[in-house]
DNA sequence: TCGATCATATACCGTTCGGTATATTCCTTC
DNA sequence: GAAGGAATATACCGAACGGTATATGATCGA
């Protein structure tokens, strides 16, 4: 059935988030799943396997909402400050809707190049990176002193939503509609304004 | 001997950088320093308490950088371009010179709470925090505006730090001076200026 | 009702895991 | 040169690892 594989990618979630995915035994996950490690490597194939569908679903749904928050061309376009803010929100939002993906995706986006979270990650990584740029590309069209700039701002924007993303998991902060307001209107115009 | 400690201090940083805490195990260790298990046992106690030892010694020099770079009373008060320019810069230099413990040291920015790394990193990773946070706030006296912003501050400075690190140690960026004046120069006056 | 296919379980594989009881070598100090 | 501690090695522990050969229910079209 399909709500077998839906339960043990739930499990495997809560568990990776946890304890993190070397440190996580198949055998723990079919506990967890009220299942045995036969029907765990007919669904998936491997360990490996398993991860890699995890991310397909939720990565790939994380993706696809930032990429939409931070569509710059069409009926938005020129105006980058919401777009920033959407896309920052999405940020949080998925971290509040699911936070034990959130924290797999974060502890995925440091991990080390040899090993299988890295290897599974890596496409989604890359495509969520490449959303950003998009984004910020897009706007040095109307901003042209922006132009040739869109990793580094792209990677510090991530980089500092994934920052807020973590202290939120970690109970340090509540990034409520106002904070996610003003964290754009910094990135966009300093601290100092 | 204390070059025996050294050795293996070094072969681990290096197999944790490259496949992850928990993915190496201890007997790879001791094959690649060229010793075995009792001897590792001898000097650090358990795979965690080499761990520990490893960011006692290199966690803690980093830290010590950050905060030198990061101290805003005294002779350069007033200064915070300079300061976080400094700052920043030695998030970078710090990669270049240990691009292993730079890899280990992000991997533990976001790893599982019921782990060994993050109760070995913690303590470090909330003194850096602290470091920063520290910067801010003695910065917000002289800048009143910025008040009561110290931790968002924060975040987002070494969140963006260290997603330039990430990219440099994935070769996807050079961070070199020109760079560094820059980014800072964002995050004060913002991606427009 | 008969195969066939999907989905699951029992029981097991060899390997590696972190860790240790014990013995030995080496170096220093008296 | 004897004593003693510091540092190392041999050989082993039980448990857990990822993965699988094989068998059994369930479901369903012919």
Redesign the pocket.
């Known amino acids: 059935?399909e709500s077998?594989k839906k339960r043990i990618l739930d499990e495997a979630v809560a568990a990776f988030a946890a304890r993190g995915y070397e440190a996580?035994?198949?055998?723990?996950l079919c506990e967890a799943s009220?299942?045995?490690?036969?029907?765990l490597?007919?669904?998936f194939g491997?360990?490996?396997g398993l991860l890699s569908a995890l991310f397909e679903e939720r990565f790939g749904g994380f993706n696809a909402c930032v990429r939409a928050a931070s569509a710059y061309p069409g009926p938005r376009r020129g105006d980058l400050a919401g777009i920033l803010l959407s896309t920052m929100t999405a940020f949080v939002d998925a971290a509040r809707d699911d936070p034990d993906f959130a924290r797999v995706r974060l502890a995925s986006s440091f991990c080390p190049p040899s090993s299988d979270p890295y290897r599974v990650a890596r496409p989604h990584l890359e495509a969520l990176y490449a959303a950003v740029v998009d984004a910020f590309e897009a706007a040095a069209v109307d901003h042209g002193n922006m132009a040739g700039r869109a990793l580094p701002y792209a990677a510090s924007f991530i980089g500092a939503s994934d920052a807020y993303v973590g202290l939120y998991l970690a109970g340090d902060l509540d990034p409520d509609a106002g904070f996610l307001r003003r964290a754009v209107h910094y990135f966009m115009h300093g601290i100092f304004s």
Do not use: E, F, L, N
Not at 24 to 28: I, L, P
Not at 34 to 39: E, L, M
């Open positions: 059935m077998t996580v035994g198949v055998q723990d009220g299942i045995t490690k036969p029907t490597y007919y669904h491997s360990k490996a």
